[in-house]
C-alpha cells in the first residue's frame, strides 16, 4: 500500500501524541513497521532530534578498563560479588554491575536514561 505524504505526516503525528511504541502502533494503523520505523527515523532525522546527543546519534566508543580487585582476606565475598563492570555515565555518575545477574537490570537502565535524553 501506498501513503502520501499527507498522509504519512497525519500517522506520524497520531503517532507521537499516542504514547505507544512503534511495533504497536504500526500494527494499530496496518502500516508494516519497517516501513513505520523508517517513517520516524526520516523525520527524526529532518527535525534534527539527533544533533547535540551524545555520540550524534552513531556508534560512541569508549575505553574499558578491568582490574581484577585485589582480595580482601577479611571478606567471605567471592570474585561474583566484586564489580565486575563500572560503567561512567555522562556526568560522573557510577553504574557498578556485580553479578552477571545484574547485567540485564543494567542495561534497562541505560536503555531508559538514554530515552529520557
Not at 82 to 98: C, F, I, R
Request: aromatic share 6%; with cysteine; charged share 20%.
Amino acid at each position: 500500500m501506498s501513503y502520501t505524504e499527507q498522509q504519512r505526516e497525519t500517522l506520524l503525528a497520531e503517532f507521537e501524541r499516542s504514547g505507544l511504541k512503534g511495533a504497536q502502533f504500526a500494527l494499530a494503523a496496518g502500516v508494516k513497521y519497517q516501513t513505520f520505523a523508517h517513517w520516524v527515523q526520516q523525520r527524526r532525522h529532518a527535525r534534527g532530534d539527533y544533533r547535540g546527543k551524545v555520540g550524534g546519534g552513531g556508534l560512541r566508543l569508549v575505553e574499558a578498563v578491568l582490574e581484577t580487585p585485589a582480595p580482601n582476606p577479611s571478606s567471605s565475598a567471592s570474585r561474583t560479588e566484586a564489580a565486575l563492570l563500572e560503567v561512567v555515565l555522562p556526568g560522573g555518575a557510577k553504574l557498578l554491575v556485580a553479578s552477571t545477574a545484574q547485567v540485564e537490570l543494567a542495561a534497562q537502565l541505560i536503555q531508559a536514561l538514554r530515552a529520557s535524553c
